[in-house]
């Protein structure tokens, strides 16, 4: 599939693993403990979606808009995350274990002591989160 258009749909606890969403649009979605594992998600839009607690483990996000995702508490272990947008992102508690983070914009992301980044990658400073 491509182009798919679910643009604040409540997705919550959905099974998409392994589903090809290239491109998608999820602006504003929620999709809160969603089991996107090993999906390929490129270039897909999740601005301002929230993806508490979802499980995005192997998933292709390479290029997706993450910008104001809430992705706190999420499994990202193993994520594709190069050249995604991450500004402002709510990365608490979230475990980004062995995730690929080149070239990523983390710029304003929020972190807690309960994130976990890779190995030897240091992220910048955590923004507040307050104002949203």
């Known amino acids: ?34 089991m ?5 998600l490129r ?9 508490s607690s979802a499980n995005l483990s192997g998933a292709d996000l390479m290029g997706a808009n993450l910008h104001k995702a809430n992705l706190s508490g999420a499994a990202l272990r193993y994520a594709d995350l190069r050249y995604a947008d991450l500004t402002s992102a709510n990365l608490s508690g979230a475990n980004l274990t062995s995730a690929d983070l080149r070239n990523a914009d983390l710029s304003g992301i929020v972190y807690d002591d309960n994130t976990t980044f890779p190995k030897g990658f240091v992220p910048p400073p955590s923004a507040s989160l307050a104002g949203g």
């Open 1 to 34: 599939m491509s182009q798919e258009i679910a643009n604040g749909a409540d997705l919550r606890g959905a099974n998409l693993r392994g589903v090809i969403l290239k491109d998608a649009e999820f602006c504003c979605a929620n999709l809160s403990g969603a």
């Open 36 to 40: 996107l594992r090993s999906a390929i």
């Open 43 to 51: 270039r897909a839009d999740f601005s301002c979606a929230d993806l």
